[in-house]
């Protein structure tokens, strides 16, 4: 009876983290721009609440899971191309994991505030140096273009960086309201399925 | 809302694009973003345009289906075309426009490389034209298989994926119903600051959630009572088999690199 319990268990989370990574997908196709900025090709969605979402009724790696299925599914449906699908996975994993272990650690809404702060910092500089480093070049590899020192710190300092942190700002702005309402019912699940 | 998202890019079809089984396509895609890379002359270039637009042809894909795919992606192709006939500066002077001067080289280049660019997005696209969603997690589950041994849980992350694929079209139709009785109740999503917008999203997100768990506990239970338990021993309803015109295909795709091998310029 009780391995049969956790087996329950086990394929009702996996079916919840299915279904908020459809959530999740379906927030993603939500997507306006930032007038301001000189990269049209940067959007801000509210695709990573619902991975924040299974973030703290499970663990940080269940977050990841969400943000991955929405991807993997995003790019089986043909939406957009490997490399700016898999620049956005990292962008979610940067900004949800720092968020999980702050409230894991020490819950309540000022963790939350304090994690969603340091999510947006980690999110936008790593976002800053992987775009520098690795998602940049790759680019400039696919389309043959001469990737200048002058053309990647321009597309950091004026596009990336600036992007993040207001996305940063912009989900925290829904995500904290959010919790707010859903605190209880967070801790009510967490407290019945983990 | 968007209608298109229900079934992705996917446009049915009988062709032999088609039919082939979703995992020689997605192989092919694989090698052939790697010997588009190959090709550097006239010869080699037609080659790879050739087995590139044969292939659109017997996937009898609307044109305008595969144009729609390509919209976000002129725009880069023909920046990319721009800035290489004002940066690459070999070859004779073709044109002088005051002091600038466009060179045969650049105008070669240019056309190199949007080529090969638009060419990678075709063949790509054709994938996902071609194949549904739910024939692409098949065959990355099946793809993924000998990740098993290192305890990778393969058969879970395709159960997700389909169980995740099976429900775009409920939730998006649920979230479209959510947000049409909350605008009826007065709330903005279409005006405002982004801080205004993101806060009418929060009245939308907790019915959202709150009954996307509801059906996952349906579902578990659903799924129990079938004798569900796990991917062991499991059968399936579409199976995946590698037939003699995948063969065909693989051969003639080696044909097209063994091809570019010879005639590319050294």
């Not at chain 2, 959630?209 to 659903?222: D, P, Q, W």
């Not at chain 2, 295909?249 to 310029?265: D, E, N, Q, S």
Request: without cysteine; aromatic residues 12%.
């Amino acid at each position: 009876m009780q391995s049969s319990k956790t087996q329950s268990f086990s394929l009702l989370k996996l079916i919840i983290l299915a279904l908020l990574g459809t959530i999740s997908l379906v927030l993603f196709f939500i997507n306006f721009p930032l007038p301001f900025l000189p990269t049209p090709y940067l959007k801000i969605d509210f695709s990573e609440v619902p991975a924040l979402m299974a973030a703290f009724i499970f663990s940080p790696l269940a977050g990841v899971i969400v943000v991955a299925i929405k991807n993997i599914l995003y790019l089986a449906i043909g939406g957009g191309e490997i490399i700016g699908v898999l620049a956005n996975f990292l962008t979610g994993v940067l900004f949800i994991v720092p968020v999980a272990l702050m409230y894991h650690k020490f819950k309540g809404v000022k963790s939350v505030i304090s994690g969603l702060v340091t999510g947006t910092i980690v999110m936008a500089l790593g976002m800053s140096v992987l775009n520098y480093f690795l998602i940049l070049p790759a680019y400039g590899w696919f389309m043959g273009w001469e990737m200048t020192e002058q053309f990647k710190w321009f597309s950091v300092y004026a596009g990336i960086l600036p992007f993040n942190l207001i996305k940063g700002i912009v989900v925290g702005l829904l995500f904290v309201p959010l919790f707010l309402k859903m605190r209880q019912w967070i801790e009510e699940k967490r407290a019945s399925l983990v | 809302m968007n209608n298109a998202l229900i079934i992705g890019q996917y446009v049915p079809g009988n062709s032999l694009v088609h039919k082939l089984d979703p995992r020689t396509k997605i192989t092919l895609i694989f090698f052939f973003v790697f010997i588009v890379f190959l090709a550097n002359n006239v010869l080699s270039y037609s080659i790879l345009t050739l087995f590139a637009l044969v292939s659109m042809v017997i996937s009898r894909v609307p044109i305008r289906f595969i144009m729609k795919g390509l919209t976000p992606i002129w725009f880069l192709i023909v920046f990319t075309f721009i800035l290489h006939i004002i940066v690459t500066k070999e070859g004779s002077v073709w044109l002088e426009i005051y002091s600038f001067q466009i060179y045969s080289g650049g105008v070669f280049q240019g056309i190199a490389i949007s080529l090969r660019f638009f060419l990678l997005i075709l063949v790509t696209s054709l994938l996902t034209l071609t194949t549904t969603p739910i024939e692409i997690t098949d065959a990355i589950e099946d793809m993924l298989h000998p990740l098993k041994k290192v305890k990778f849980p393969v058969h879970e992350l395709a159960l997700m994926m389909s169980i995740s694929l099976r429900f775009i079209p409920t939730l998006m139709q649920e979230t479209d119903k959510i947000s049409k009785a909350q605008a009826s109740r007065g709330v903005d999503f279409r005006t405002g600051s982004i801080k205004d917008r993101a806060k009418a999203v929060v009245p939308l997100l907790i019915p959202l959630f709150v009954s996307a768990f509801k059906r996952a506990e349906e579902l578990a239970m659903a799924m129990e009572a079938r004798g569900y338990n796990g991917g062991e021993g499991r059968t399936k309803l579409r199976e995946l088999k590698i037939n003699a015109r995948d063969i065909a295909v693989y051969l003639l795709f080696i044909a097209v690199i063994a091809g570019l091998l010879l005639t590319r310029g050294y």
